[in-house]
């Protein structure tokens, strides 16, 4: 099967209709369906449901193209849909022929999704409306209520030329011989039994899976060494928001996917970890059709609970458009706890789990308080 991402992308990109309007109003008309959804939205599932000012909700399924080759779900999903209310959110604040541009995104993890979460829900809340800055921040839930992921954002506001009282056509939705993406049957199966994850060490499982990832993103490791990842992300028209450029969800899922593998690569065998936080940049925009981004990542401390990491994303031309860091727990014998049908959230809430992160940062060289 090719690449979803190879197919010609279907959504609205250039929709001037959309900064004819006030902010609030013109995400009203998404909300209702009146102005056509932009391609990352037709990828991924993510859309909008409600709209106030200062205020925006979406939602988006977690459907299996959001596993990794493991059957798991890493935190850079939650930072691919934070970034869409968080910018909206903004957005309601502003006048007609106004536009935000992500230029921060930060978000903690409170508990990891599995395959029964079924839905997010991220409800954003614009903090400060500038002329030119723009904060807000968001919390995500399951379908059940229960907290997911806690963040913020500084957008940059621009203006977009457009005349307010022009007859603009609707722009091209690209195909309708299909279902959308997200709605499509996954690959089936993993990679990998859990039996195969006991007996092997991550690295030689990361290393064995280069050639044949089935992500929805085209996304593909490219090299995988003790604490270092890179890979490889296709700037495709599906990746945009509606404009130009890349959405800043996307590259910030990408960003902590490589590094998630850089932290991988330096565990044991049967270890498991998940990722605390995460935290990005954006340097300059990401044009859509510009060839392929360059995504190095590796593993800046190693401590008995606790891995830091950092990434670039670099443009076709070697240009940064990003820089993210983020944190991770290390679980010694996960594996053998998901084996015995402990749910992933349950392993990571065993008590002293939060202590021991503690100590793993106030001893940096990894050994226990107090020692020589």
């Not at 250039?14 to 990828?43: M, N």
């Not at 990794?68 to 999903?77: C, E, I, K, M, P």
């Not at 690209?174 to 993406?181: E, F, K, R």
């Not at 392929?292 to 240009?319: F, M, P, T």
């Amino acid at each position: 099967m090719g690449d979803i991402i190879d197919e010609r992308a279907r959504g609205a990109i250039g929709d001037r209709r959309a900064f004819q309007k006030p902010g609030l109003e013109t995400l009203r008309r998404y909300v209702r369906g009146d102005l056509p959804a932009p391609p990352i939205s037709r990828l991924a599932g993510m859309r909008p449901t409600e709209a106030g000012l200062g205020k925006a909700t979406f939602t988006m399924p977690v459907t299996r193209w959001l596993e990794d080759g493991f059957g798991l779900y890493w935190g850079g999903v939650y930072a691919l849909f934070a970034d869409a209310p968080l910018a909206s959110a903004v957005w309601t604040t502003l006048p007609a022929g106004k536009a935000v541009a992500t230029s921060e995104l930060s978000l903690s993890f409170v508990r990891p999704m599995s395959r029964k979460t079924a839905n997010m829900i991220g409800r954003a809340e614009t903090v400060h409306s500038g002329s030119q800055v723009g904060l807000s921040m968001i919390q995500i839930t399951d379908q059940d209520g229960r907290l997911l992921a806690f963040g913020s954002t500084r957008c940059l506001i621009a203006d977009v030329p457009v005349d307010v009282g022009a007859e603009y056509a609707p722009p091209r939705l690209g195909p309708t011989d299909s279902a959308d993406p997200y709605l499509r049957p996954p690959p089936d199966g993993d990679y990998f039994n859990l039996d195969q994850v006991m007996n092997g060490t991550p690295i030689d499982l990361q290393r064995r899976t280069i050639a044949g990832e089935k992500i929805l993103t085209g996304y593909r490791t490219t090299a995988i060494d003790d604490g270092r990842c890179t890979g490889s992300l296709p700037s495709s028209p599906w990746f945009s928001n509606g404009g130009p450029t890349i959405y800043g969800g996307l590259l910030a899922w990408a960003a902590e996917f490589t590094m998630g593998a850089a932290v991988y690569s330096t565990l044991g065998r049967g270890d498991v970890f998940a990722t605390l936080d995460m935290h990005i940049r954006f340097t300059r925009p990401a044009l859509i059709d510009s060839g392929n981004l360059s995504l190095e990542a590796s593993v800046n401390h190693r401590g008995r609970r606790l891995r830091i990491s950092s990434c670039n994303v670099n443009d076709a031309g070697g240009k940064r458009v990003a820089m993210a860091t983020s944190s991770a727990l290390l679980v010694e014998g996960g594996v053998r706890e998901l084996r015995n049908g402990r749910l992933p959230e349950e392993i990571l809430a065993e008590d002293g789990g939060a202590e021991t992160v503690l100590a793993d940062r106030a001893n940096p060289d990894g050994r226990p308080q107090g020692s020589e």
